[in-house]
């Protein structure tokens, strides 16, 4: 991690890939400014009185580098949390369990037989690897968000947190089939992987070019097959502003305590 005095002036990049994940999150943001840049807004501010940005990655890949990269240069933050969904992939990964993050591959990125399968050329590396301190601060408030919810509000009793890797991917996966293949292809190549999305693996890979630490949520929203397509949007609807606030207030408070 960078320095403490650094840490202390710099703020923390709320991450969020959809617009209904940020919404409760805007809820609460004290003093807002809207600075508009690289066609994205992004919003300056104080959450539990530490400063942040929220911003929204966008879809996919590329959109969430081009953020991830103008929160680094132009906004100088020195830490960055991802909240958003995904689809889970991992046995016993359900509708209504949060994934987060220890390390990330992209699914979808294959120079072999020159590079072997999913490595990123020149990194020399397929995993690309969280911040361990701040993912255990995510891990410990996503375990208090999940257990408070589930007592206020029913429908995702016996919901767990996980802790493992990530595949993104420039692909909304909405198939069984497809859905086991790329499970048994990843498990081939030595990847049990947990949960699929389509941003985490660029956010961690300008991360580390940058040397910024960083951490990373996902609710599951689908489980990546065949109805994929209408569980996900009722559940972003209906849960997922609700959950990234719950984690997100409570991994604040926990981060100022230390
Ligand atoms: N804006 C559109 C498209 C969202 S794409 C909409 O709102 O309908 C799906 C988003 O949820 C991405 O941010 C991705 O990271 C995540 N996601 C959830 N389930 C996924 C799945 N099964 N496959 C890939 N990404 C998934």
Same mark, same amino acid.
């Given at each position: 991690?960078?320095?403490?005095?650094?840490?202390?002036?710099?703020p923390?990049a709320i991450l969020s890939a959809l617009p209904?994940e940020q919404? $409760?999150?805007m809820?609460?943001?004290?003093?807002p400014r809207k600075v508009t840049h690289a066609r994205r807004d992004f919003w300056l501010?104080?959450?539990?009185? %530490?400063?942040?940005v929220l911003a929204l990655s966008k879809i996919g890949k590329v959109a969430a580098a081009t953020t991830t990269t103008a929160l680094i240069e132009r906004f $100088?933050v020195?830490?960055i949390?991802f909240?958003?969904?995904?689809? $889970?992939?991992?046995?016993?990964?359900?509708?209504?369990?949060?994934?987060?993050?220890?390390?990330?591959?992209?699914?979808?990125?294959?120079?072999?037989?020159?590079?072997?399968?999913?490595?990123?050329?020149?990194?020399?590396?397929?995993?690309?690897?969280?911040?361990?301190?701040?993912?255990?601060?995510?891990?410990?408030?996503?375990?208090?968000?999940?257990?408070?919810?589930?007592?206020?509000?029913?429908?995702?009793?016996?919901?767990?947190?996980? %802790?493992?890797?990530?595949?993104? $991917?420039?692909?909304?996966?909405?198939?069984?089939?497809?859905?086991?293949?790329?499970?048994?292809?990843?498990?081939?190549?030595?990847?049990?992987?947990?949960?699929?999305?389509?941003e985490?693996?660029a956010v961690? %890979?300008v991360?580390?070019?940058?040397?910024?630490?960083?951490?990373?949520?996902?609710?599951?929203?689908?489980?990546?097959?065949?109805?994929?397509?209408?569980?996900?949007?009722?559940?972003?609807?209906?849960?997922?502003?609700?959950?990234?606030?719950?984690?997100?207030?409570?991994?604040?408070?926990?981060?100022?305590?230390?």
């Amino acid at each position: 991690m960078p320095p403490t005095s650094d840490l202390a002036s710099s703020p923390i990049a709320i991450l969020s890939a959809l617009p209904q994940e940020q919404h $409760g999150l805007m809820e609460l943001l004290q003093r807002p400014r809207k600075v508009t840049h690289a066609r994205r807004d992004f919003w300056l501010g104080e959450l539990h009185g %530490q400063p942040v940005v929220l911003a929204l990655s966008k879809i996919g890949k590329v959109a969430a580098a081009t953020t991830t990269t103008a929160l680094i240069e132009r906004f $100088g933050v020195r830490r960055i949390v991802f909240t958003g969904v995904a689809g $889970g992939l991992g046995h016993g990964v359900k509708v209504g369990d949060v994934v987060v993050a220890t390390d990330f591959l992209q699914h979808d990125l294959d120079v072999s037989p020159l590079f072997p399968r999913y490595e990123v050329p020149l990194y020399g590396k397929t995993r690309f690897h969280c911040d361990a301190a701040l993912s255990a601060l995510l891990f410990e408030a996503s375990c208090a968000a999940l257990a408070h919810e589930n007592r206020v509000a029913h429908g995702f009793e016996g919901a767990c947190v996980h %802790q493992g890797l990530i595949a993104s $991917g420039d692909r909304f996966v909405s198939g069984a089939d497809e859905s086991n293949l790329l499970r048994d292809l990843m498990a081939s190549a030595g990847h049990e992987v947990l949960a699929v999305e389509m941003e985490g693996a660029a956010v961690a %890979q300008v991360c580390m070019d940058y040397g910024v630490p960083f951490a990373v949520m996902r609710t599951v929203s689908d489980r990546a097959d065949d109805s994929a397509h209408v569980d996900f949007p009722a559940f972003v609807d209906a849960v997922a502003s609700r959950y990234a606030r719950a984690i997100i207030e409570r991994f604040l408070n926990l981060l100022s305590k230390k």
